[in-house]
């Protein structure tokens, strides 16, 4: 873990100023290479930051240290918008390794993301073999696909033909895209309820991020004079001796039905001059998958996405439903937050749940980390146990638990922070 913050006097962990937010967040671009930023992403995230959720660290003037939180709302099985801390902007200075600071960083946080009342904290990982120590688990996961259109066709339900496609301007149709994914949100685990201005992230367009293709386009769906669909894509023109080889980008597609969905599809696999989809962060149950011809010319990747950790043990388990009666008491390890190590007796259905405390004897026991990830309903506590990370200590415990935990629908993170 390195030396404990405490005891190193040239540092100093506190919350951020206002004053410092510059000098703070250079540090962070150094972490992450130090490629400098546009104007605009500079302007948005100075906008999204919320100064008294950061933290810095610092070594007399300088910045060595940086961490902060979002304050979100994620979306869990049976519906609910549970509040959750979005842990962002996490970095080290190369001169300040193996000092502590992350570690002195993460349990300042976890703490305060407790005082704040919120039973849950969130993060996406550059590295995710870092978290795992501080009680996060790997909840959601989402796919890349590269698809050959030329070779993959596909098979689209009734109804495609009723749906009218037409192009806009990305900013011109934002409040009719932003009310179709809001009405997403309460459907899948995983997605994050959007705040003020965090509609502005879907239409940030740097020169710098698209890698010779076109400036952001969106298509919009439409049936009967509503908004019922969207793409947002760029094109990335491309030539060989035969012919062209451009590249659709996809970077957002929600749609309200099967047709519509087919409809926005057919449109990306039909775009002239073009010969692959490059489509990046999809939800791993996602339809087309089933429309295609032939999944293995789609080149599909497996992503971990959004890790989740627990922070008010009960809370957050009582916040959730479960797909099928469950009485089951965990023995839960938690040394990083051990107000959460103990006895849980969970009790709950479809309609809603108990977790407290209980001298029961365990059913099966685990960390606090395969609890964050079976959280959403995408990862099995069977799987978890088939990797020795679950001890089954009543027979049954664990299939009931599982099938309780499970989700019809894939928890999906549709975007970063």
Known sequence: MGTDLARDRA?????????????????LLRAFGGVPESADERELWFSLIEIDRSIGVWDGDACVGTAGAFSFRLTVPGGASVPAAGVTMVGVAATHRRRGLLTSMMRRQLDDVRAWGWPLAVLTASEPAIYGRFGYGAATFHTNAEIDTTRVR??????????RLRYAAPADVLAETEALYARHVPLRPGMLARQP????????????????????????????????GFARFRVKPDWEPAGPKGVVVLEHLEALDAAVHASLWRFLFDIDLTSTIDARRRPVDEGWQHMVSDLRRCRLVVRDSLHVRLVELGAALEARTYQTPVDVVFEVEDDFCPWNTGRWRLTGDAKGASCVHTQDAADLALSVRELGSAYLGGVSLVSLAAAGRVRELRQGALTEASVAFGSPVAPWLPHGF
């Open 197 to 228: 201005g965090w509609e502005r992230l879907g239409l940030l367009d740097p020169e710098s991020e698209r890698s010779g293709a076109s400036p952001l386009q969106c298509v919009l769906a439409e049936r009967d004079g509503e908004c019922v």
């Open 154 to 163: 596909l098979s689209v339900p009734p109804g495609t033909d009723d749906v």
């Open 11 to 27: 540092v100093e962990l506190r919350a951020l100023r206002r004053d410092e937010l510059d000098v703070w967040y250079d540090n």
